[in-house]
């Protein structure tokens, strides 16, 4: 194997793959839409995380961000790193059970 490994023709390996492209695709129009909000925190453990809500408040560099369970959180402006709306969370039906009682 080679510098050509990944297939391109560029002559990389194929453990060098292009970084993701950041953006922060949200403005204060999106209020009430479910996002989803990649962020930098406080934990020498992980300095990034995710976090997928409604977007509730945008005000003063604040956004408050309001979980499926209800726990509303508060991200600085300046910390997001990527952002985007979300489509709303399928609803799941519940599976068909068969009906034991019509067995021949």
Do not use: C, F
Request: proline residues 7%.
């Amino acid at each position: 194997m080679g510098q050509d490994d990944d297939g391109s023709g560029r002559g990389r390996p194929s453990s060098v793959r292009p970084a993701a492209l950041l953006i922060v695709r949200i403005t204060e129009q999106d209020i009430g839409s479910r996002v989803t909000i990649r962020h930098r925190i406080d934990d020498p453990a992980a300095s990034l995380t995710d976090l997928v809500g409604h977007l509730r408040a945008w005000a003063n560099g604040v956004i408050v961000v309001e979980r499926h369970t209800g726990e509303h959180v508060k991200i600085a402006e300046i910390d997001m790193v990527a952002a985007k709306v979300v489509p709303e969370k399928a609803v799941r039906r519940p599976r068909s059970q068969p009906n034991l009682d019509d067995t021949p």
